[in-house]
Each structure stands twice: as structure tokens, then as C-alpha cells.
């Protein structure tokens, strides 16, 4: 039960992931906070490559990082986001905001530790390369995979439907 | 390796995207936290599908799943944003607390 080279790259790489998505949330400056989130992503993304999902990490990088992101800085320049510290971005319910936050940590994190405390990750057999997850996906998630595309479709064009403007108004 | 790292992680993402999902008043930061819980709950379903050895990779699956419904959720909620933006010049959450047009 001594911490592995896994356990320790894994425990290094959520640190860094903790720490940048809690800069996320208190930062005063915008467009950093959106930095910060690329930072937090992109070790979420390296925890994927310790725990052998490859194909999860490398959608990760691509969704994630290189689209979401992207579109979170478009959107603040369209909604002319202040440049530089400002202290609006924040409400006036912190205190509350902290408590349920707080309290939400330790319940669960009791009830994982609780239930997960001695459990072990086997992370030496299983290679959920991307050949294996394709086979998986196309094989037994096929009707899934398609309704989301179809989804897809229906949120671009109602994305598009949404900010066009009305004839005549 | 140990699961409860992964769950930890997890707990701690979750967490924190709910701390700035109730904290903000920008929209866009909102939708920020949004993707932070999101990541917090995908940590989770890979942690468990490799935990289990699943066969038919469901954790991963969903995971993937997931993702792809968090780019449709941006796309569409800037489009909302942007509209708010044209219709009252902030986005700031608790300015816009109109559910009608002024009577004329």
C-alpha cells in the first residue's frame, strides 16, 4: 500500500489542477481565469494519461483546451469583458458560497474515502488505447454516439438560430 | 495505484466549480465553473471504468459523451449570453431580473 511512481505523478499532476481551478474561481481578472482553466484542464488531462485512458486525455486536449477555451475568450471579447483586475466579477454571497462549497467537499470526500479507502487501481494490464475504445464505442455505443451527433447538429443550428437577428426588429 | 486519489481529485474539481458557480456574477466565469464540475464528475467515470476493467469501456464512453455535450452546452449558452449582452448591455447574472418588456 506504499504510494507507487503513479500514485505520486498522479497526486502532483491534481495538485496542479486543484490549485489552477481554485485561481479559476477567485481570480479578479477575467481573461487569466481563463488561462488558469487551460492549466486546470490540461492536468486533468495528464491524470487521464496516468490512469491509461489515452483517448480521453488526447479529447481532453482537443475539445477542451483547444475549442472550449478558445470559444470562453471569444465570448469575453464580444461581451467586452474589462481588461485588468476588477472586483464585480465576484457577488456578495461568499460567505454562503463557501459554506455550501465546504460542506459539499467533506461530504463527499468522507463518503469516498469512506468507501474507496483501500481500493486499488490496476493500471498495468488494461490499455484503453484509442483502438480499443473505437471498437467499444462503434460496437455497443453506436445508438448513443449517433443521437449525440444528431444533438450536435441541433445545438449548432439553434446557436445559430439564437443570435441571429430578427427581420424587421 | 490508489482509487481514492482520483475520487479525491474528483470531490475537489466538483467542489470548487460549485464554489464559483455560486460566487460569480459574470456569466462567462459561470459557465467556467460549469466545465470544472464537468471535469470533476469525468475524472470520476474514467477513474471507476478502469477500476472495473470494463468490457464495454462504458466510463470512458460517457466520458467521451460528456465532453462532447459540454461543447454543445458553450456554444449554445454564449449564443444566450451574447443576446443578453445586446438586450441589456452586461452580463452580469442578478442585473438581469426583467421576465417581461417594460409596458408601453
Known amino acids: ?169 | 495505484m490508489h482509487l481514492v486519489l482520483p475520487l479525491l481529485l474528483s470531490v475537489g474539481l466538483f467542489s470548487i466549480g460549485t464554489y464559483g458557480l455560486l460566487v460569480r456574477r459574470n456569466a462567462i466565469l459561470m459557465l467556467m465553473s460549469l466545465e470544472l464540475m464537468l471535469n470533476g464528475v469525468n475524472v470520476s467515470l474514467v477513474a471507476f471504468d478502469v477500476y472495473w476493467k470494463d468490457l464495454l469501456h462504458a466510463g470512458q464512453s460517457l466520458a467521451i459523451f460528456v465532453i462532447t455535450i459540454a461543447a454543445a452546452e458553450i456554444g449554445l449558452g454564449l449564443g444566450i449570453l451574447l443576446l443578453l449582452f445586446r438586450a441589456k448591455g452586461t452580463i452580469a447574472v442578478d442585473e438581469a431580473t426583467e421576465l417581461r418588456e417594460e409596458l408601453s
Not at chain 1, 488561462?35 to 486525455?57: D, H, I, P, Q, R
Request: aromatic share 8%.
Open chain 1, 1 to 169: 500500500m506504499s504510494p507507487t511512481g503513479a500514485d505520486i505523478v498522479f497526486a502532483l499532476l491534481g495538485l496542479v489542477s486543484l490549485a489552477s481551478a481554485f485561481l479559476v474561481v477567485i481570480s479578479r481578472q477575467i481573461v487569466h481565469a481563463a488561462l488558469w482553466l487551460v492549466v486546470s484542464l490540461g492536468a486533468v488531462a495528464g491524470c487521464y494519461l496516468v490512469m491509461t485512458a489515452e483517448f480521453v486525455a488526447w479529447m481532453q486536449v482537443l475539445i477542451y483546451l483547444g475549442a472550449v477555451v478558445v470559444l470562453l475568450l471569444f465570448g469575453m471579447m464580444l461581451t467586452r469583458a474589462p481588461i485588468g483586475p476588477s472586483d464585480d466579477l465576484t457577488g456578495t454571497n461568499r460567505v454562503a458560497a463557501l459554506f455550501a462549497a465546504t460542506a459539499l467537499t467533506a461530504v463527499l470526500a468522507v463518503l469516498v474515502v469512506d468507501a474507496y479507502g483501500n481500493s486499488m487501481l490496476d493500471i498495468d494490464g488494461s490499455h484503453a488505447s484509442a483502438s480499443v475504445i473505437g471498437e467499444a464505442m462503434f460496437r455497443f455505443w453506436v445508438l448513443p454516439f449517433e443521437a449525440l451527433s444528431v444533438l450536435l447538429l441541433a445545438a449548432l443550428v439553434g446557436a445559430i438560430a439564437v443570435t441571429k437577428p430578427h427581420e424587421g426588429a
